[in-house]
């Protein structure tokens, strides 16, 4: 990608993503001029065909960061892409054609509100400045006058059949293209019901389930909401199941976690229930949801699903019991000295020992 900077004979980088703005581009593009539209979702450019007599925009969703495999690297994810855009240039630029190329993020990796702040914002890896706690307003659900399901995710997205991504975060929390109409509410079950219509080309329908159960427990005298589990309806015909992991909280209380997916080293895990699950992959960062007791149409104290005994403690804690161990021995081998019984007598006479013994 630098090289084809370096050789362009003019370029334009601009300092951030605006998510509204890249949600209206390919339209924007569409309607300004008469475009031969080409969606390229296999990312298999040895085929492309292009039609030099119109005007050709070629559509390229590059595959994002997130694996389900756990042994590719960010850097490995990026060398990829970077392989795919090598591909396709080089072949665009075998037949001659001249063209321009748009190379944009969905969404910025951080949104800050401060409009005095606006111009420092730029591309960069580590974010120095903290990050508002919710860039987006949270979905809600409403059952009457009152909100009965709170949803929050900075990204949530799925991956169907390991080559066909789908983003969904703009179109949830941004657009809000998306129909809630099919959630349910009561005291003891919910169901937060997400539909899209054609989210990405060949899926007409999709339909994500996400079902929770208000119950008593007795070891703890109190009621605790559980995600039971998570439902993906794709077409109204393709059903898959996922059951779910470490996410409950007191009834009173939101649910909080970084990560939420099918990946092994997210803390919340999604684990498939069905063969039809075994086919979808799911991201969800900075996941947050509450269906039952919301106030005043905001989220209440998170319950997180970071326990207390998080790896760094556990590294602590066993350093300092091979510590006090080390101590413990130590301090056993000193007292374990002991002096001689005897001693030689200055005022006797001097005790002699045989070169022989």
């Not at 298999?44 to 005007?55: A, C, G, I, P, Y």
């Not at 969904?168 to 539909?195: A, G, H, M, P, W």
Request: aromatic share 10%.
């Amino acid at each position: 990608l630098q090289e084809i900077l370096r050789s362009s004979p003019s370029s334009l980088v601009l300092p951030a993503v605006d998510c509204k703005a890249t949600c209206y581009l390919l339209g924007f593009l569409q309607e300004s001029m008469n475009w031969e539209l080409t969606n390229i979702t296999d990312l298999d450019v040895s085929q492309l065909e292009v039609n030099t007599s119109k005007r050709n925009l070629f559509v390229v969703q590059l595959q994002p960061f997130i694996s389900k495999f756990v042994d590719i690297s960010a850097l490995e994810a990026v060398a990829e892409n970077d392989k795919i855009i090598g591909r396709l240039v080089m072949r665009l630029q075998e037949r001659g054609i001249h063209f321009s190329v748009i190379y944009t993020a969905m969404r910025p990796s951080r949104i800050s509100r401060r409009t005095d702040a606006a111009w420092q914002l730029g591309r960069q890896l580590m974010a120095t400045e903290e990050e508002d706690s919710l860039s987006n307003p949270a979905l809600n659900v409403t059952n009457g006058n009152y909100t009965c399901i709170l949803f929050y995710a900075s990204n949530f997205s799925l991956m169907a059949n390991d080559s066909l991504f789908i983003d969904l975060t703009n179109r949830t929390f941004v657009n809000r293209d998306v129909d809630v109409s099919s959630s349910e509410c009561s005291d003891i079950n919910s169901t937060l019901s997400l539909k899209y219509t054609k989210p990405v080309n060949g899926i007409n329908t999709l339909e994500i389930r996400f079902v929770m159960t208000n119950m008593f427990y007795g070891g703890s005298a109190r009621n605790w909401s559980t995600l039971e589990s998570v439902e993906i309806v794709q077409d109204d015909y393709k059903f898959a199941k996922f059951n779910v992991s470490v996410i409950s909280a007191p009834a009173e209380y939101s649910f909080h976690c970084q990560l939420v997916g099918t990946s092994n080293l997210y803390p919340a895990k999604l684990i498939p229930f069905n063969d039809e699950a075994q086919n979808w992959d799911v991201f969800i960062s900075k996941f947050q949801l509450q269906g039952f007791n919301i106030e005043n149409n905001q989220f209440s104290y998170a319950s997180d699903c970071t326990s207390f005994f998080t790896p760094a403690i556990w590294m602590g804690l066993v350093t300092s019991v091979i510590l006090l161990w080390i101590l413990a021995y130590g301090i056993h081998m000193i007292m374990q000295l002991t002096t001689n019984s005897r001693f030689d007598d200055p005022k006797g006479p001097a005790l002699s020992v045989p070169q022989t013994e």
